[in-house]
């Protein structure tokens, strides 16, 4: 149990989907609903997915600023999160930054740095950073995922996250969904 709690605590987050799928030089509006499904971890019994809802504006300079909420262990929070997309002809890059406030849990808030590359097609995978209450960052994150966008906007994803750095391994991630409307 106590593996899984570290491993949703330092994953439990959105991603700003939004500048993903919008096109180079073109701005536009997203929101966003992530939810935890299931954890490859066969030790852990009474797994309880957190969920995060989102809504991103991307700038036509590739910016990107998202405002999020949502709760992760039962402690609910607020979140801002800032992502620079330099695009490509084939391939694309985001860096980002997070901060995640805890309403009821202080001393406890969170910085998450991520460097992501994602294809044109939204196969992406992220390699990313760690920071509790102000601490150094410690990088041992990754993420690989792929979003289905449909005609009218709407957009559904599927995610698997771990820490390499965490006792639990990076073969006992979280597989997560995700729900988005881009306009």
């Known amino acids: 149990m106590k593996k899984i709690l570290l491993i949703t605590t330092l994953i439990g987050f959105i991603f700003a989907n939004t500048g993903m799928l919008t096109s180079k030089e073109e701005p536009g509006m997203g929101a966003w609903l992530s939810y935890e499904i299931a954890t490859l971890d066969s030790d852990v019994e009474d797994f309880k997915g957190d969920f995060n809802i989102g809504f991103d504006y991307m700038t ?12 992760t262990n039962s402690k609910a929070w607020k979140g801002l999160e800032l992502t620079y997309h330099y695009k490509m ?5 985001g860096l980002s930054w997070s901060r ?7 001393e406890n808030d969170e910085d998450k740095l991520w460097f992501t590359g994602y ?3 939204t196969l992406y995978g992220g390699f990313g950073g760690l920071s509790v209450n102000g601490n150094d960052f410690e990088f041992d994150l990754i993420q690989v995922g792929k979003i289905w ?8 994803g599927i995610s ?5 750095g965490s006792d639990a ?3 006992k991630g979280i597989l997560a969904v995700d729900l988005g409307y881009t306009f």
């Open 60 to 71: 036509t300079i590739g910016l990107e600023v998202a405002l999020n909420m949502g709760e």
């Open 89 to 93: 002809e084939k391939w694309n890059v």
């Open 100 to 106: 995640d406030l805890f309403d009821d849990f202080e």
């Open 119 to 121: 294809s044109n097609n």
């Open 149 to 156: 966008t449909f005609e009218m906007g709407t957009s559904i």
């Open 160 to 164: 698997y996250e771990a820490s390499f």
């Open 169 to 171: 391994g990076i073969d």
